[in-house]
């Protein structure tokens, strides 16, 4: 109720009134806030007034005006886990609904694909995870990495204006560098998914990056030259998500193919594929309808490419 009403005192007895809660109740409310953060001015006889918010994504930050029907109607909020890959498999198997999100200030073994690493500091990025109970295929989970790297991209240009391009299957750059890793993880029998766990890290607040990555990374406040704040790219994330996933669940992948398409590099260029069985190098023909990476070689032959990095 602060939040949205960031100009105006709200008395505790209206506060308490309106939540149906006693005024003693309303203060150690507010005694809670502060203490995670935020400055609250309290004025005899007039109310409370939030002067000003922490760059915080407790789950009332992100369910504050959220509009979706089910993304984000359940928040898991940790201050540090090992990886909030981990924590939503176990939510999942435990009986973790659908649209539930997990999501931490700090990741201290953050995943990437194929075991690689995935940089994670304290109260900067998006470490994210979502939890999805398709009734589709197992063959065609990967699809729903390409929808969600539509909805990361339309989510972060609602709320920065910036456009970012997509490298197939799961990178999303900005100005040429990694701002966004994407990393879908299945729970399924052969012929029969039971959960898809899809996690996505982002770059938002970092200004600097070990170096390692130091050449290759960015992130948000780099390229816009300000502060972001994470709970309205997580709102706006959540937002385009679900309804790119309520299209993908009544009329399949094509609608998302079409616009995946126009936000690639990838395609129709020369590149080389790393895979697990070799390399690759010729001419990135376009996708499937199941979202495999199609390369035609210089003697002709086309190759499936189902999951490689590409350069
Ligand atoms: P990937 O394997 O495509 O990318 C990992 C590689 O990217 C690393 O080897 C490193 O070179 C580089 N890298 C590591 N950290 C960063 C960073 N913060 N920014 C840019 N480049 C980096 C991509 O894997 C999938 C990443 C998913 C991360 C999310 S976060 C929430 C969820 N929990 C979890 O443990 N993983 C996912």
């Not at 109740?25 to 203490?35: G, Q, S, T």
């Not at 109970?133 to 204006?161: C, E, N, Y």
């Not at 309804?243 to 936000?263: N, T, V």
Request: charged letters at 25%.
């Amino acid at each position: 109720m602060l939040t949205e009403h960031p100009e105006e005192y709200l008395s505790g007895e209206a506060i308490s009134n309106y939540l149906g809660c006693s005024r003693t109740a309303v203060w150690k409310h507010v005694e809670e806030l502060r203490k995670s953060g935020y400055e609250i001015e309290a004025v005899p006889r007039r109310g409370y007034r939030v002067v000003h918010k922490p760059n915080l994504l407790t789950s009332s930050e992100i369910q504050a005006g959220l509009s979706t029907r089910y993304f984000g109607k359940n928040v898991h909020y940790e201050k540090s886990v090992s990886s909030t890959q981990e924590l939503a498999h176990r939510i999942a198997s435990e009986g973790g609904e659908e649209g539930t999100i997990i999501v931490a200030e700090e990741q201290v073994a953050g995943k990437g694909r194929l075991g690689r690493q995935w940089y994670s500091p304290i109260g900067t990025g998006i470490w994210m995870s979502m939890i999805l109970k398709p009734k589709i295929p197992p063959q065609q989970a990967p699809q729903l990495t390409l929808l969600t790297a539509v909805a990361v991209i339309r989510g972060i240009h609602a709320i920065t204006g910036l456009n970012c391009d997509i490298k197939w299957p799961n990178d999303i750059l900005l100005n040429g560098k990694k701002l966004v890793g994407i990393l879908t993880e299945m729970q399924a029998d052969l012929d029969q998914i039971q959960s898809v766990i899809i996690g996505i890290g982002i770059n938002v607040n970092q200004i600097s990056f070990p170096e390692e990555i130091k050449e290759t990374a960015t992130s948000l406040r780099i390229e816009k030259g300000k502060e972001i704040n994470r709970a309205s790219i997580i709102k706006s994330i959540l937002e385009n998500f679900e309804e790119l996933y309520e299209i993908y669940l009544k009329e399949g992948f094509l609608p998302i193919k079409i616009m995946w398409e126009a936000h690639a590099i990838t395609i129709g260029k020369r590149i080389t594929a790393r895979t697990m069985g070799g390399s690759f190098q010729g001419f990135a023909q376009g996708i499937t309808d199941e979202g495999i990476l199609l390369l035609e070689d210089d003697l002709g032959d086309t190759h499936k490419i189902y999951s490689a990095d590409i350069e």
